[in-house]
């Protein structure tokens, strides 16, 4: 079993530890490898689209060749996790810093999306939340945090912090507008690495 992360930028060497760390936790025979081409992303039965800078990984998918075939792997039920930047490059609407910044969305999932709406990266933070599925709080890192604002047809909320969605899913996709690889918590890799 091969678990992919796109390796173009943003936190990817925290993220293949992560999925290292559950893969032995759950006894799973398998690699975590980053993926920054077409024939790497060929090979995953697992991606991981991480936090980073969205506008940026954006173009570098689209220049790199991987926007589109991501999203035909995805609408195919490749099981992928977009976290925080990956949140917002899976939504199918966007606010008015996506428009403006010309950020293309994946339109994987059924909802939109409001960049850093947790405040800057001075204002991040660490808080325990509910999240279906898990019998433990999670704690979740907020870094220039995203919200969904609003979600539609078969997309379904996992977790909130202060009347905000912060983790959906749908299918076999995930989007988390926090950073489940730096809580030191493998609990929603492990969800994510269980989904198939």
């Given at each position: 079993m091969k678990a992919g992360v796109i390796a173009v930028q943003g936190a990817v060497p925290e993220h293949l530890n992560m999925l290292r760390?559950?893969?032995?936790k759950l006894g799973i025979q398998g690699q975590a490898v980053p993926v920054r081409s077409k024939r790497e992303l060929e090979v995953v039965d697992y991606l991981i689209i991480?936090?980073?800078e969205s506008?940026?990984?954006s173009r570098l998918l689209k220049r790199f060749g991987l926007s589109e075939r991501i999203v035909e792997l995805g609408n195919r039920g490749l099981p992928i996790m977009g976290t925080c930047a990956g949140c917002i490059l899976?939504?199918?609407?966007?606010d008015e810093e996506v428009a403006k910044t010309g950020t293309e969305l994946l339109h994987l999932m059924d909802f939109a999306v409001k960049r850093n709406a947790f405040g800057r990266q001075r204002e991040s933070f660490e808080v325990p939340i509910d999240v279906k599925g898990l019998k433990d709080k999670f704690p979740a890192v907020f870094i220039r945090a995203p919200a969904i604002s609003r979600t539609w047809g078969k997309c379904e909320r996992l977790a909130e912090y202060e009347g905000r969605t912060v983790m959906a899913k749908q299918g076999n996709i995930l989007a988390l507008t926090f950073h489940p690889e730096l809580s030191g918590d493998a609990g929603i890799h492990e969800m994510f690495l269980q989904m198939r």
């Open positions: 760390t559950t893969m032995e991480p936090g980073g506008t940026t990984i899976l939504a199918k609407e966007g």
